[in-house]
């Protein structure tokens, strides 16, 4: 079974300052891979996602991911960061299964707090 | 990409009630997916409802507690049976987009139970 490890529960960056939010994946085959956000009362945007090819994605927003295949991760990163990018962020995992039966795995999550 | 109605979208219950969760998508999809998100944590699927077929429900969700109906296309219900306080959580709606794995969620349910 696909699973996702997010390590940071919680990080702190000052506005226009470089982000980064670590995420490791554990599938068996080659996985799709995402990141969503959920900013406070809301349900969850999707950011960018990962099927194949490059390897660095560029999602919305001004973020971008690099999957890296011997790492198992799929960091995300945004180059400076904005007061309105505070917000939960979700890594996931996503697997097919026989029958078409599909699955996506999400992460524990990462709060992000930006200070002026 | 789809525009999801959840509701309630928070309500207050009383142990050992039930509370069914409405689901409105603005397009026909094929499957809907249900997830639960208890408080600081991630979420959990509960089960992924196909239209005219019973639900699947994945490791430690039963039908008996959470009951599901997917009558239509565009439309689903969610029912929290019996509940207790450990049933607090956002009930969250969602549908896939063109893209697999792309899931477009509603603003969630948010359900506290005393």
């Known amino acids: 079974a696909q699973s996702v490890t997010q390590p940071d529960i919680h990080i702190t960056v000052s506005e226009g300052a470089s982000l980064e939010l670590r995420c490791n994946y554990s599938y068996g085959a080659t996985p799709y891979l995402f990141w969503y956000v959920q900013s406070p009362g809301q349900g969850l945007q999707l950011l960018l996602k990962y099927f194949s090819g490059d390897t660095l994605v560029q999602g919305i927003k001004g973020f971008e991911a690099e999957f890296k295949r011997s790492q198992s991760s799929f960091n995300l990163r945004k180059p400076s960061v904005h007061w309105s990018d505070a917000a939960e962020y979700f890594c996931a995992v996503g697997a097919s299964y026989s029958g078409g039966y599909q699955k996506v795995t999400f992460g524990t999550g990462t709060k992000l707090q930006v200070i002026p | 990409s789809a525009v999801i109605s959840q509701k309630p979208s928070r309500d207050i219950c009383q142990r050992g009630t039930s509370l069914t969760i409405q689901c409105q998508v603005d397009s026909q999809v094929t499957m809907m997916f249900w997830y639960r998100q208890q408080p600081g944590q991630s979420l959990t699927l509960i089960a992924t409802?196909?239209?005219?077929?019973?639900?699947?429900?994945e490791s430690g969700f039963v039908i008996d507690k959470f009951p599901i109906s997917r009558p239509n296309l565009t439309f689903s219900t969610l029912t929290v049976s019996n509940m207790s306080p450990e049933d607090s959580s956002i009930y969250l709606c969602?549908?896939?987009?063109?893209?697999?794995?792309?899931?477009?969620f509603g603003e969630g349910s948010r359900l506290t139970v005393l």
């Open positions: 969602s549908v896939e987009g063109l893209a697999y794995g792309e899931l477009f």
């Open positions: 409802a196909n239209q005219g077929s019973e639900a699947t429900y």
